[in-house]
């Protein structure tokens, strides 16, 4: 009995495993390749997203809902001041929408420093240089920063941001 069962278990783990190099090889292809393919898809929803900051009026109710897209239902922003982060999508993000009715942001410069993805979560690593102008005064003031984002595929296969944090 000891041995049949040693037998099966043994039967089992060879079946189950791939012996075929060959497909093991196009399976890691095919797998880098979709990476790869998300990785150019993540990149362009953090760039899109911060060219949408600069190209239209947020200040607007109907253009700031549109650029909510870009986020999760659940959407984190967090700030480096060690404060637990803000649950946007409760608080209809309202911090965000009232910052950009007084401030207007200029991105000289983004740079992606690290991406990786896996399944239905990636992060990016990016850093970037700009100007933020004071609507009323018109007075600006260079910024730079490093960020993380960190994006969480939607059921349509959309890569959208869960997590943003600065520093």
Known sequence: ?????????????????????EKDKETKSITKNSTKIDSVNIKQVVLSMHDAVMTRDLS???TFNKWTDFFTSDF????????????MGKVDFKPIREAFKSIKINYD???????????DLAYVAYHFHGTVTTIKTNE???ISRS???ILRKNKK?????A???FN
Do not use: H, R
Not at 4 to 14: G, N, R, S, Y
């Open 1 to 21: 009995m000891k041995k049949l069962c040693t037998i099966l278990i043994l039967a089992t783990v060879l079946f189950s495993c791939n012996t075929n190099p």
């Open 60 to 62: 607007d109710s109907l």
């Open 76 to 87: 984190l922003y967090m700030e480096s001041e060690g404060k637990p982060p803000i649950q």
């Open 109 to 119: 410069e983004i740079i992606i420093d690290y991406v990786d993805a896996s399944c």
């Open 140 to 142: 600006s003031q260079d």
């Open 147 to 149: 960020a993380l984002v």
């Open 157 to 161: 296969a959309e890569w959208k941001v």
């Open 163 to 165: 997590y943003q944090s």
